[in-house]
């Protein structure tokens, strides 16, 4: 039997600090840029790849807006609301690195609809995260 999958977060500089499992198949990763003051979304879903492993599908991307340095890209469509909507054209993650300033906003996690800051599933110690999808330990 194969084991529950989602992901696995871990303080790449704290290595003692035990990583955490959130049982989840789908998610939106949200910030707010800390210039411009612009917010992101980002979509991603878990599947297994053809050997069996887990694997981070990008799905829809979202900017509401533009600013320097922040273009959205060529093929994303601009909506009325104000958002730029794309489909990212990487293939399948292994891992994210987040990188989490104690001097801007944290992440917003979001499943179903509701979202919470990042901090509320995994504390920051200021550096990065590493997100990476993965089974149930």
């Given at each position: ?36 003051k612009i917010r992101w979304e980002e979509d991603y ?93």
């Open positions: 039997m194969l084991g529950a999958l989602g992901v696995c977060l871990t303080l790449a500089a704290a290595p003692r600090v035990p990583p955490r499992f959130v049982p989840v198949r789908a998610f939106t990763l949200a910030w707010t840029h800390s210039i411009e879903r878990i599947e297994r790849d053809a050997a069996n492993q887990p694997v981070l599908i990008p799905g829809h991307a979202r900017i509401l807006g533009s600013g320097a340095g922040m273009d959205p890209p060529p093929d994303a469509v601009h909506h009325a609301d104000g958002w730029y909507e794309y489909q990212p054209h990487t293939g399948p993650l292994r891992i994210l690195r987040l990188t989490r300033s104690p001097y801007t906003a944290d992440y917003d996690w979001c499943v179903g609809g509701s979202c919470e800051p990042l901090r509320g599933i995994m504390p920051t110690d200021g550096d990065v995260t590493l997100l990476a999808p993965c089974t149930a330990p």
